[in-house]
């Protein structure tokens, strides 16, 4: 798979597109723009394509760049399937989770499809990119892609060197104010924009709604709002989560009594307005625009020359954002963490061996990150930080948990990276030999995975996640119903059709809670991020799960229900 997603576009052509939307109002008037996916037809009957919707923002919004008038979904197909999408036997409408770009979910999708045709389906995957993706600058990834430079787009994006006359610089939070106005609402009624791609009667009978963690949340509030015309549950036939849940059974007043010990001030439950006024997008180190930018970089250097040794780490920069976040890497322990030591800028390793120590399972202190994508190479040693080797994660697997650790780099020897069905049966050992992990929890193809981070038409993460949409989020879970959340009218919604929920195994996320009221499938060997990535071919042998166990339950609850 490792050239799979050889995307290609000329710099000119990248750079007329990106001055277009960007200064010219009315540059872009089509309503519905679909582009093929350069390179994404190989030999797997899968074909892709981007959509660009206009969806207009109201006045209300403010001032924002011409571009975040659009929207848009990666459209995954069968070659052999109907032009038409409303002639598919199905459609899965997906939702990314927090700071997750489309592309997060295009191997599930491709996997999804290639499940359903060999059950005699022609359906179609489609992953929403949300519209804060606007603001991303995408001409490193494009330009890296079109010369077949894995350094380029970190020199772009980090070492700000310009790309025929564009130098990168990154939204501010002032020119961000518009995101302010982009929460719950803004986001439900996109969705609803992206399901009225297709005629009522289809999206009643063959369309699946679901979601990625947050994406599971905002699903389910998709499903029981009250569009005026309609109850949102009218525009699915069914529902599938993807380690999450759509109601996110929340005990609020014990939540926020937890808060209030642990915050000086006194807390109510219509707190989203508070947050998103402090800043419109979340910045907080090592999810700040910079920093995600950077990781995409790593990811297009991996997917372009996987084997070579990268230059990225001696080049990133002294500043604080990069300091904290090649701190929280790399540290094995607390004082590693304050010290920054060992230091991530000193390794000798390959390109695949970098974007392993920031998104490996085995290696990311960050539990919502974290991919099945295979070991390093070389001596490792156990790390204790954020939480003590082989412990639970924490926060709703958020923080930590597992057996994590980091490859002994301060002797300067290459470190190499093992893919997910490369590992030894009998595992990888730390070098006091205690086993953390084996080809049983591996299931995320690296070469794939990269490629999916570092797509320039929808990269796999949004850059400039609204903080409003989070914490209304969060706050609807609460049981808020005021301003905006009114809408939340159908809290019956979720049972009006079949669910069925995927988990990852090896996550915390929705550890130990129940189901919306279907089946809940558990996914060995999975990680948060693997239900969206992992591989086609499994090392076990058997089909991959996610995409087995989802067709199969649509293909007997919702598609029989057409007959």
């Not at 990106?18 to 089509?30: E, I, W």
């Not at 603001?135 to 010369?147: F, M, P, S, V, W």
């Not at 085995?362 to 070991?375: D, E, H, N, Q, Y």
């Not at 954020?386 to 002797?411: H, I, L, Q, R």
Request: net charge negative.
């Amino acid at each position: 798979m490792r050239g799979r997603t050889r995307r290609t576009l000329t710099i000119s052509a990248v750079v007329g597109c990106v001055v277009a939307l960007l200064s010219a109002p009315n540059a872009v008037a089509d309503d519905v723009i679909e582009t093929p996916v350069t390179g994404s037809t190989t030999g797997d009957g899968v074909t892709e394509s981007y959509v660009s919707l206009l969806a207009p923002l109201p006045p209300s919004a403010g001032a924002h760049p011409a571009a975040c008038d659009r929207i848009g979904y990666l459209r995954v197909r069968a070659e052999d399937g109907p032009a038409d999408a409303a002639d598919a036997d199905a459609v899965y409408v997906s939702m990314p989770g927090f700071i997750g770009g489309a592309g997060s979910l295009e191997p599930m999708a491709r996997n999804i499809v290639r499940a359903s045709a060999g059950r005699g389906q022609h359906v179609e995957v489609w992953a929403i990119d949300r519209r804060a993706n606007c603001l991303e600058d995408h001409l490193g990834l494009t330009a890296g892609a079109a010369r077949r430079d894995p350094s380029l787009a970190f020199d772009y994006y980090v070492g700000k060197r310009q790309i025929d006359g564009h130098t990168y610089s990154p939204v501010t939070q002032k020119d961000a104010e518009f995101l302010k106005n982009v929460g719950l609402a803004q986001t439900v009624h996109d969705y609803r924009t992206v399901l009225d791609q297709l005629p009522p009667q289809v999206q009643r009978t063959k369309v699946l709604c679901g979601g990625h963690s947050l994406g599971g949340l905002i699903t389910g509030a998709l499903v029981n709002w009250d569009f005026g015309d309609l109850p949102g549950y009218q525009l699915c036939a069914g529902y599938y989560t993807l380690d999450t849940r759509l109601a996110g059974h929340i005990d609020a007043a014990d939540l926020l009594a937890k808060l209030q010990q642990a915050l000086p001030i006194q807390l109510t439950v219509n707190f989203s307005n508070l947050i998103g006024a402090a800043m419109p997008y979340v910045s907080v180190t090592p999810l700040t625009p910079d920093t995600l930018a950077m990781v995409m970089s790593f990811a297009q250097a991996a997917e372009l020359a996987p084997d070579t040794p990268s230059t990225a780490p001696a080049r990133i920069p002294r500043e604080l954002n990069y300091d904290l976040s090649v701190n929280l890497f790399s540290a094995r322990d607390l004082l590693g963490f304050l010290t920054g030591q060992p230091d991530l800028r000193k390794a000798n390793a390959t390109n695949a061996a970098v974007l392993g120590a920031v998104t490996a399972d085995i290696s990311s202190p960050i539990g919502f990150l974290r991919a099945s994508i295979g070991a390093p190479t070389g001596t490792v040693v156990r790390k204790n930080f954020p939480t003590p080797y082989g412990s639970s994660d924490t926060a709703m697997g958020m923080v930590g948990g597992g057996k994590t650790v980091s490859p002994e780099f301060e002797n300067g020897k290459l470190i190499e990276w093992r893919n997910y069905d490369q590992l030894p049966a009998e595992g990888v050992r730390t070098v006091d030999g205690d086993v953390y992990t084996t080809p049983a929890s591996q299931v995320t193809d690296v070469h794939q995975f990269a490629a999916t981070l570092a797509n320039p038409h929808a990269d796999g993460l949004e850059w400039f996640f609204p903080t409003r949409l989070a914490a209304e989020s969060f706050e609807a879970q609460l049981g808020s119903r005021q301003g905006d959340l009114a809408n939340l009218r159908y809290p019956d919604g979720i049972r009006k059709h079949p669910v069925i929920n995927l988990d990852a195994a090896e996550s915390g996320t929705v550890r130990g809670r129940p189901g919306d009221g279907g089946p809940v499938v558990k996914l060995e060997g999975y990680n948060h991020v693997d239900v969206g990535t992992a591989a086609w071919k499994q090392n076990n042998g058997k089909p991959e799960p996610l995409s087995d166990q989802l067709t199969e339950f649509v293909g007997r609850h919702v598609l029989t229900a057409q007959q």
